[in-house]
């Protein structure tokens, strides 16, 4: 098979690599669709994310969608021809961790695209069949891949205790952030405000639903008098975070989503005088058939969110379209063209 191969900073070719053999509970998935993450790029521009380095070549690549063309001798959940979402994060499934049903912190997650685990810029991977799900017909090839970026809203949600009239406040307004707002809408969410400095992916905010939008290139947000009970922090912006949770009202809860510096200044004194609740996210936990639902149903938009296609032979190309192209939001790869 053909497949992406980072070698380095800046460096990705083309190569041909075996087909893998699927396991006895794994299936062979012929890969579809792979929306390309800020993850991505940072693997590609840095070769690194905190802790997790680039030291041997690897595939990138972890929001894949396709069909399942084999499968491994005990693996009976999906018929040859399924279509499937795929979760890309194999636990290890006996740890304490998971068995408390926090399989997104195990010590020993296996996740596509995170050194040293190969991801789906390729044409075939291999999955555990339990984290390959069945979508509807008339959902997308893009849109079933899209699930994965929808989970880390919905993830984010949850924590957050979005529910009907919560009033929440989402920074950034780039493919996660634009996945969170309508993920809080699907809780139940009434007001709604999304912050950015890009305008076209504010107008988009619009489009799916934001009650308020706001470019902080031109606004003040503690000037807007929006009173969030709960802040979905997806710009990853150290400034922007920190003027965000001066802008949460008592008792409100702060998710911090985005990855940016490894630090943000945090106003002890807002925290502490409004008895605010911060946390980190980290992936998702039980979320594809939910999300699978909310996308098939139409109440939440993924292939709105798609602005470009690319080749298997153009994966960095479509890593680095949005330095030049601000309207661009996501970018697809086809791996199998």
């Known amino acids: 098979m053909r497949a992406a191969v980072l070698h380095g900073v800046g460096k990705i070719t083309l190569e041909e690599r075996p087909r ?32 997790f380095v680039v030291e041997s070549p690897l595939v990138l690549g972890h929001e894949p969608s396709g069909t399942v063309v084999g499968t491994g001798a005990r693996a009976h959940r999906h018929r040859l021809g399924q279509r499937v979402s795929l979760e890309p994060g194999i636990p290890d499934f006996t740890c304490w961790q998971c068995r408390a049903g926090r399989y997104n912190l195990c010590p020993r997650m296996r996740f596509f695209g995170t050194p040293p ?57 780039g493919p996660v952030g634009l996945l969170c707002l309508q993920a809080a809408q699907a809780f139940g969410a009434t007001d709604i405000m999304v912050t950015d400095v890009n305008p076209v992916r504010l107008g988009l905010a619009r489009d799916l639903g934001a009650t308020a939008t706001l470019d902080a290139r031109e606004n003040d947000l503690l000037d807007a008098a929006f009173d969030p009970d709960v802040l979905l922090e997806c710009s990853g912006h150290p400034a922007a975070a920190g003027a965000a ?83 661009l ?3 697809v790869v086809r791996p199998q063209e």
């Open 245 to 327: 949770i001066r802008a949460v009202g008592r008792a409100g809860r702060i998710v911090l989503i985005g990855m940016g510096g490894d630090e943000i200044p945090l106003p002890l004194a807002h925290v502490q005088a409004h008895e605010l609740e911060v946390t980190g996210t980290f992936r998702y936990a039980n979320t594809w058939p939910q999300a699978i639902v909310l996308a098939a149903s139409g109440r939440v938009q993924l292939d709105a969110l798609v602005t470009g296609h690319y080749g298997l032979a153009e994966v960095e190309q479509a890593l680095t379209a949005g330095t030049h192209d601000p309207a």
């Open 117 to 173: 685990v190969d991801g789906a810029f390729c044409e075939y991977v291999v999955v555990h069949e339990e984290f390959a799900y069945p979508v509807p017909d008339d959902l997308s090839d893009d849109a079933a891949a899209l699930i994965e970026p929808l989970s880390v809203g919905m993830w984010a949600c949850g924590k957050a205790r979005v529910g009907p009239g919560t009033r929440v406040l989402v920074t950034g307004a």
């Open 329 to 331: 939001v996501k970018a």
């Open 20 to 51: 893998p053999e699927p396991g006895p509970r794994d299936v062979l998935v012929q890969v579809a669709s792979v929306g390309t993450c800020g993850s991505d790029v940072h693997y590609y521009e840095h070769g690194r994310i905190g802790d």
